[in-house]
Each structure stands twice: as C-alpha cells, then as structure tokens.
C-alpha cells in the first residue's frame, strides 16, 4: 500500500511582495515577527515610532532647559550682579536723603521668595505648555483630525473663561502684586475692608490677620487699592491736644524736649531711626489746639513708639501745668480741670 504524503497546506494570506526585498523593514519585521500585517506597515509603524519618539525627546529636553534657564534667572534676581546693583542704588539714594544705613536683610529675603514663587509659576506653565503643544504634534503624527478637536477646545475654552474670570483676575492680579512687591508675608497693610498683618500671600487669595485676630481671606482680583505700612520706614505721628489759653511756645519746646529724651531710651532707641520732628500747630477746634510732633521709624512700630512718646508728653504737661481741652480734663490733666 502506497502512502501519499498531504500537501503542505497554503497561508490563508499571500505573502507581502515588500518581502522580497532585501533589507527592507518590511523584510526585516516579516523575519522576526513572521506577521504579515507588521510586515505590510513596517514603513509606517518605523516612521511613526520615529517621529513620536523625537517628539518627546525635543519636548523633555525643551522642558529642561527652559527651567535651566528660569531657575538660573531666579538665582540672579537674588544672589546676582542684578541685586547688587539694586542695593547699591537704593544705598546711594539712601545717602542722598541724608538717612543712615540700614540693614536690608528683610528686604532681601522677601525679595528671594517673591522670585521663587514666580520661577514655580513660570516653570509650571512652561511644563504645560510643552506637554499641551506635543500632545497636539503627537496626535497629528498618529493621524487624528486635529480641527474638530481644536474646535471643541476652542469652545469649551470660551465656555470655562466666561464661567472663571473671576478665578482669571484673581491669578493675573496675584501676579502683579508679586512682579511689583506691592506686600508680603508679615507687613501691616490696609486693602480696604481688611487691616492687618499679612499672614500668606497667594496668586488668588491674600490672608490678613486684622488686630482682633480675625482672618480675612480677600482675593487678589478685588482688591483696588494697597496702604502698605511696613516698607522702607513707618511715621509716629503723635497729636497733643492742649487747651486755648496754654503757652503753645511753652508747650512746644517741652513737648519736642521729653520727645527727643524719650525716643532715647532703651526699649525704643533701636526702633527710632531719626529725632523726633516738632511740626509745632497743627489743628484749632472750639476745644482746644493741637500740636503735632513726627518720628520716622522701622516700618511696624509707629504705634509703639506713639503710645511711649504720648505718654511721656502727657506726664511732663502734667507735671508744669500745662492746661490741657475740656474734654480730656478729666482723664489726662487732673490739675488743669482743678485750675479750670
């Protein structure tokens, strides 16, 4: 009995003709794979991988040295020639005004924070765009349609910034106030319905700690207007009331005198920064006249220095006699009100 052996059974796929052509992709993936559709899209499989794969390459590598070079702006915005130019103009034109030196280690540090909060804001919306632009570039390669896409972004873009333009102004102004160094952490400001010190600074919200110790969060974007009370220097401006008939030459040199020992002594000599200034009259009322005296200070001890110079002026109109308004008779110059 002859046995026949079976015919050798047909792929149910010809083979592609690109295999035949030697050291093609085509014939290289058909050799490793054996699969016909690989072998059939090698080109295209090869290109794509390609051009995705240099993509992201230019992209990360764009990435890093875009933040290279933020982080080496930062670092010469505050340890640089850059700074040292700006201290030394702000020394010149500190000389010029007559005003001793003074320490700038707050200032420095405040200015430090502020550039590295703007380098994290830089580099976080540079990561972003980066990540968004090769995204779109790796969609493309890949045969996507990109116009209705960008379309619908477009859209729903509109969409969210009519519904967050508040959130927009906010972030915007938050950056400006750290560009400008309008405040910061610890300076006593007045933003119109908050007053007090101020505990953090944000791109969208400032917290302010007013004297009662109650927490304001107030957005950047409403607020209109800045009194900052604690750069460069602060004013003491103590008023001293006295009555019609007192000796205001009298009154005056005594008060400019006790002013002048009391801002020397111990506890508030190293917040004076220069001699008490006598303005001499500056209010008649019905009541009585009032007398002005001025001292420039470190920037958040006006109100100490005042309440130590008002109490020392008080005791010393006290003690010579120098009759004070009615209407402080009874809780500041107990003689006058005797001699009234």
């Known amino acids: ?20 052509d030697a050291g093609s992709w085509c014939s290289t993936l058909y050799r490793w794979t054996n699969n016909d559709f690989l072998a059939q899209h090698a080109d295209t499989i090869v290109g794509k991988t390609v051009s995705i794969t240099m993509i992201v390459v230019i992209a990360v590598l764009f990435r890093w040295v875009a933040h290279r070079a933020i982080a080496r702006l930062v670092d010469g915005a505050t340890n640089g020639r850059f700074t040292a130019l700006i201290g030394r103009a702000r020394r010149l034109r500190r000389t010029d005004r007559g005003e001793g030196a003074r320490s700038n280690a707050p200032g420095s540090q405040r200015r430090l924070q502020r550039a590295r909060t703007i380098g994290s804001v830089l580099r976080s919306i540079v990561s972003a765009v980066v990540l968004l632009v090769a995204v779109m570039m790796v969609m493309n390669e890949l045969g996507y ?9 477009g859209v729903l873009g509109l969409a969210i910034g009519f519904g ?22 610890g300076d006593i400001v007045d933003v119109g319905e908050a007053i007090g010190t101020v505990e953090s600074v944000g791109l969208r919200i400032t917290t302010i700690r007013d004297l009662q110790g109650t927490v304001w969060y107030v957005r950047n974007g409403e607020i209109l207007r800045v009194g900052n009370m ?36 111990a506890d508030i000599v190293d917040d004076v920064l220069e001699a008490p200034e ?20 470190k920037p958040g001890r006006q109100w100490a220095v005042k309440r130590a110079l008002n109490g020392a002026i008080t005791d010393a109109f006290d003690d010579h006699g120098v009759p004070r308004p009615l209407l402080f008779a009874g809780s500041l110059d107990g003689r006058a009100q005797q001699q009234n």
């Open 278 to 297: 006598v303005l001499g009259v500056d209010k008649i009322s019905p009541e009585g006249v009032t007398l002005r005296i001025t001292v420039r200070v």
């Open 145 to 153: 349609p990109l116009g209705p896409l960008l379309a619908g972004a």
């Open 230 to 265: 604690s750069q460069g220097y602060a004013v003491a401006v103590v008023d001293l009331p006295v009555a019609h008939r007192a000796d205001i030459e009298e009154a005056t040199e005594l008060a400019g005198t006790t002013a002048t020992e009391r801002a020397s002594q």
């Open 1 to 20: 009995m002859t046995i026949i052996p079976p015919a050798p059974v047909q792929s149910a796929l010809p083979m592609p003709d690109c295999v035949g």
């Open 164 to 185: 967050a333009q508040n959130l927009v102004r906010d972030f915007l102004s938050g950056m400006f106030m750290l560009l400008e160094d309008q405040y910061g952490v």
